[in-house]
């Protein structure tokens, strides 16, 4: 199936099953929407599963790891090895994704989309790769559209085949040494707002480096002219690998009815790419937190999203999403168990 | 041990402690701080238990159940029979609470320290009966001094009794229709804030009914003149039975050496009576969530104490804090799980 077919079949979440899920919620013994945002967390998975009482989903992170040319222009804190040093200790179960995924009950499974060091075959990797890291963004294209292309479409199969595998709920995440510079570029292209207005610190870079960082940004936009209403345009031109595995696993969440919880600032770039395929697509998207770069609240905004937590992180590889996931699991396991007034013989409101 | 040489023993948290957990912290691969305040819970933990290398700690939420004579002044939309059946409720698993803490790995402690009920014995609920309901606060106090002392000690008698148990870890939690009013109440005396401005819906009150409140609760506090620097006067004045459990239980889980997770707007108003005895008190707590309810930000300043999570919940119970207790748990898996820069063969940050 061509992308552009496949995009097509989204549809938005049938809103008859709010309906169904908000009765059940208001015979349940607590004032009315008294769990606030449980509630509404609840009647969107009911809706997204179109099941009036869903089985408690098996969840999967998949956190994307791509290398990026623009490295090389001196954008973040950590050298770029560090990009496959990571992904061998995700591999190995040492990082954060790795306490948060067991944490919440999720597997991770590690896709290495676009890292520029060649992997051994090895148990835990997920072998995808598109590109040897991307073009640096400064001096041309990050990829061709075909690239781009095939970056989506891994996300898409991956979402079809774990989901074949009785997977219900998607996490996204990534690894990808100075990820934060073409994450920023897409938001300043997307909304129009200025690029210094969109770029934060990344894993910890000082005034300097920040100053340059937005130079490289604003003359990768300036060279590379992306067309803000095309996303794969966008992707292609300055966008990167693991962005592209993101964006293409939020579509085929979408496709196979599936619940995708959209970690933090790199990961919601994926998401707003999704989305310029397909609106519809954010009716199966939880944004998982309100990360502490400071791009990425306008991206929510205009999403129309609202994030589920707020704890400062900015680690990236999927953390916020798979604490994300624990609330999810909870507002399923409320709505599921909770006793009704009439089972519980409590009297209900104005009685 | 007279009350006020209990509370005269809690000391502040050992800062040394806050140093060693940092150093770990910043040996684990991720950059800096980057996990934001998941790092600051890990931290607080490691001193509060004075413990390098903590275990996962055994949980327990406590629920403690009350009923208020000011019911009677139309405050709330739930009858007061609401109250026992509800603790048939929680003894019985069908409440929001129970799902939760199931959710949480935390069990409930449901305690009847003031419901106008007479309870059979029964498993699962724990009978502390100091008032049989409180008097009517808009025509005279709440209950005696020696009544809110004992509700007090009931906490604290509750935080030794399972401390000694091997639980280390405790939230707050209550019941009692109509108290949102009495919450209010001290949250206006203390704070100094006009009544209306603090108080909310409770429930779900119409505009009527909120106007009523508000002239009810500024009656009160007319009529009881209490003292805004003495804790236990205010309790007994324009208190509750389970506001003055969950300030016991807040000081006797500082005594204990206990993290103590403080639900919503009503046990919020129970650590503040907690907090006038002892401002030390509240470096062993964790503030579970902002409310719904306006008061309960009022509070949290006073204390200089940020919630963990937003969801804008207002059902009480200690529901908020069991949900909350799952992040706790998070961020001491992160502090005691994840590979160092060392063991993972990862480059540090500027190398």
Redesign the interface.
């Known amino acids: 199936m061509e992308l552009k077919d496949m995009v097509g079949n989204i549809k938005p979440v049938d809103g008859s099953y709010i309906e169904i899920a908000q009765r059940r919620l208001d015979n349940?013994?607590?004032?009315?929407?008294?769990?606030?945002?449980?509630e509404e967390f609840a009647k969107r998975l009911v809706a997204i599963y179109k099941n009036e009482m869903p089985d408690m989903p098996k969840k999967a992170v998949f956190t994307f790891a791509g290398d990026h040319g623009v490295a090389d222009e001196g954008v973040s804190?950590?050298?770029a090895?560090?990009t496959p040093?990571?992904v061998?200790?995700f591999v190995?179960g040492?990082?954060?994704i790795?306490?948060?995924a067991?944490?919440a009950g999720a597997d991770v499974l590690v896709v290495d989309i676009g890292v520029n060091y060649n992997f051994e075959d090895m148990k835990g990797l997920i072998r995808r790769k598109v590109v040897k890291g991307t073009g640096n963004i400064a001096k041309g294209p990050a990829m061709t559209r075909g690239q781009a292309e095939d970056c989506v479409n891994v996300g898409i199969g991956l979402a079809r085949e774990y989901s074949g595998k009785g997977y219900m709920m998607f996490a996204t995440g990534e690894m990808g040494i100075a990820n934060t510079t073409p994450s920023s570029a897409i938001v300043s292209v997307v909304t129009g707002i200025e690029v210094a207005a969109v770029t934060g610190r990344g894993?910890?870079i000082d005034d300097d480096a920040f100053r340059n960082k937005v130079r490289v940004i604003e003359e990768a936009i300036e060279l590379n002219r992306p067309d803000r209403m095309d996303g794969l345009n966008i992707l292609s031109k300055i966008g990167g690998a693991e962005i592209g595995g993101i964006a293409g696993l939020c579509l085929g969440a979408a496709e196979q009815g599936i619940p995708v919880v959209v970690d933090g600032f790199i990961s919601t770039a994926g998401a707003l790419i999704a989305y310029l395929m397909e609106p519809a697509v954010s009716d199966y998207m939880f944004p998982a937190h309100n990360s502490?770069e400071v791009g990425h609240r306008a991206m929510l905004e205009h999403m129309n999203l609202r994030p589920?937590?707020?704890?400062?992180?900015?680690?990236g590889e999927g953390?916020g999403a798979a604490?994300a996931m624990?609330?999810l699991?909870?507002s399923l396991?409320?709505y599921r168990?909770?006793?009704t007034f009439g089972?519980?013989?409590?009297?209900e409101?104005?009685?």
């Not at 349940?28 to 449980?38: C, E, Q, Y």
Request: no cysteine; net charge negative.
């Open positions: 349940l013994t607590k004032p009315r929407d008294s769990l606030g945002r449980l804190a950590f050298p090895e560090v040093q990571m061998l200790n190995n040492g990082a954060g790795n306490v948060l067991g944490h894993t910890g502490v589920i937590l707020d704890l400062d992180l900015r680690l953390t604490l624990t609330i699991d909870a396991k409320v168990e909770m006793a089972e519980a013989g409590v009297s409101e104005g009685a």
